[in-house]
């Protein structure tokens, strides 16, 4: 206990020295001894000398000093989930794909059939996988479980809408539909419940673990306010996390899961307690339902807190991470009948081939030229679609520096790299038909701490610039989807100018004049106005809020 504590009081005293340069005084020690006891900090301003005691204490005992901040948490953290909610919502992507529907199929069959299997559905996606004589949803179940709730909510709420709406809907051209084979027609509320499902399931909860990271970050590297904000709006809008929470993708889900366990992590940093524990747990092994570099999420947490707090991690800890394994398992029984088995054990088609067939499973050695592609390079490099992350290499120095929580940080630069080396191994490194490295989202929240440092100590000249361009690839990419460079999203605006993807789905694959065709093709100035000044207003009110948090800090 004498250990934690001590490093609480680091923690602490690291943010008052934060604190006191911002205020343009001079540290000149720490921890200085005397005959009367010891000086937390001795500080310098104006030729004067301060003695300063601090004292931590830990989140729960803040309360109290939380409750008159002039801007309220609570609020500040509905604003910030909600309009980031609100501007994917405005981007959500309709019409599915391969992979987004992989999971919305399942989930209308275990809704409407009560079954597991995708026959009704499985000639809208080739991700699929044949067992005795039925199809099934390659894509883990997380996903398609998750969307139960949602689903049966939009069963109700899809009978509300007039008749006349779902008549000239239906006429609007998926990117499934046509004349037969694989081209099928899906049902007009098969194409609504993907739309409802991506902005009332993925949408939301990349929302709120927006939320989650922005008191992450500022729990764990005691930036100001303002830093964590802004940090937590880079990960959400400058980086590809933007394009996939705009479709019914899985690495969102496992990204979100994974910064809760980064905020978990950091509680039991500062103080150690058995019932965190348990939720750590839990959300660590739920990223197993929904990506398979899941199970090495579970393996680098566990080793980390076996190492880190000893044995009496296993029960409480092993717990949490069972049940959502064990969920797998029944499901894996249920489908294919032995709880080892798994769909991509029986999967079919052009994936098989091109994929599985190679190495073990699909997985080699790790190659540099793939290494390359997943960083610098034009296709799928992260650095080049999210320059702003260039910022984590001066926050490493910093944090490092600082000499906080050196083993948590150390423990983020391994899982990241670990990651990198996984997906570099992997046939299908690059996504196919994708926007920037989408295999590795999920490790993009173990960067975010050391992004929140570069932000907090790189000059503005040097961050804007870099914020503004991350945000600018990304936003293309959520504007005009997959693509196969950064280059491209900008020779389309160029050439074709912008609009909302709804708008693009109803103006080029209506096959009749309906409704909305007609709105759209007479007032579709009139909708990008719209969005533009509703934009603007969201800025704006990002802006006041970064403004406040500022003369707070």
């Known amino acids: ?3 934690y504590r001590k490093d609480v009081g680091d923690w602490g005293e690291d943010i008052a020295c934060a604190f006191l340069r911002k205020k343009g005084f001079e540290i000149v020690e720490r921890n200085f001894f005397t005959p009367a006891g010891e000086i937390d900090i001795v500080a310098k301003h104006s030729g004067d000398y301060y003695f300063v005691e601090v004292k931590t204490r830990r989140e729960s005992a803040l309360a109290t000093d939380l409750a008159i901040h002039p801007v309220k948490k609570w609020r500040l953290e509905i604003l910030l989930g909600g309009l980031v909610w609100l501007i994917y919502f405005l981007h959500v992507v309709p019409g599915g794909g391969h ?26 996606t080739v991700d699929k996988a044949y067992k005795d004589g039925h199809y099934y949803s390659v894509g883990l179940p997380g996903p398609s479980l998750l969307a139960i709730p949602s689903y049966l909510l939009f069963k109700s709420t899809v ?5 006349k709406w779902l008549e000239d809907i239906s006429t609007i051209q998926s990117l499934k539909q046509g004349t037969a084979g694989f081209y099928q027609q899906d049902t007009t509320a098969f194409f609504l419940s993907g739309i409802w499902l991506t ?50 993708f899985s690495h969102v889900f496992t990204a979100s899961l994974v910064v809760v366990c980064l905020y978990l992590m950091m509680k039991l940093e500062i103080y150690f ?10 959300f660590c092994g739920s990223t197993s339902l929904f990506e398979t570099q899941g199970f090495l999420i579970i393996v680098l947490i566990g080793f980390y807190c076996l190492v880190r707090w000893g044995l009496r991690i296993i029960p409480l800890f092993s717990l949490g991470i069972i049940l959502p394994i064990l969920l ?19 999967m079919v088609g052009e994936n098989y081939d091109q994929y599985l067939t190679k190495g073990l499973l699909g997985f080699s050695p790790p190659r540099f030229d793939r290494i390359i592609g997943l960083t610098i390079s034009l296709e799928r490099g992260l650095w080049i679609y999210s320059p702003v992350l260039l910022l984590i290499f001066p926050g490493i120095y910093f944090l490092f520096k600082e000499k906080r929580f050196l083993p948590f940080f150390s423990f983020c630069l391994v899982a990241f790299t670990t990651i990198l080396f996984l997906i570099a191994s992997y046939e299908g490194w690059d996504g196919a038909a994708a926007f920037g490295p989408r295999q590795i989202i999920l490790a993009i929240p173990f960067l975010t701490i050391f992004l929140a440092s570069g932000l907090e100590h ?25 693509s196969t460079d950064v280059i491209q999203h900008w020779k389309t605006l160029s050439s074709k100018g912008f609009s909302l993807p709804a708008v693009q789905v109803i103006l080029v694959h209506s096959k009749s004049r309906n409704l ?6 007479q007032w579709k100035w009139l909708v990008n106005l719209a969005y533009f000044l509703l934009i603007a207003g969201i800025l704006l009110v990002f802006g006041r809020m970064t403004q406040m948090l500022n003369d707070d800090s």
């Open 1 to 3: 206990m004498v250990r």
């Open 328 to 346: 797998h398992l029944i499901y894996n029984t249920a489908a294919f009948g032995h709880p080892l088995s798994f769909a991509y054990q029986y």
């Open 159 to 163: 009978t509300l809408l007039p008749v």
């Open 99 to 124: 992979n987004p529907n992989r999971y919305i199929d399942l989930t209308h069959s275990m809704v409407n059939q009560r079954v597991l299997n995708i026959d009704q559905y499985h000639e809208n």
């Open 199 to 248: 902005w009332f399931v993925l949408s939301l909860v990349s929302a709120l673990s927006t939320v989650v990271l922005y008191r992450f970050l500022h729990l764990a590297t005691g930036c100001t306010n303002r830093t964590a904000f802004m940090t937590a709006l880079v990960y959400a809008f400058g980086t590809p996390v933007f394009f996939y929470s705009t479709t019914y």
């Open 516 to 521: 909305f065709y007609q709105f759209l093709w």
């Open 458 to 482: 790189v000059p503005g000249f040097i961050s804007v610039p870099v914020v503004f361009l991350s945000i600018a690839n990304n936003w293309l990419g959520a504007v005009f989807g997959a």
């Open 273 to 282: 307690n058995f019932w965190t524990l348990f939720w750590l747990g839990l």
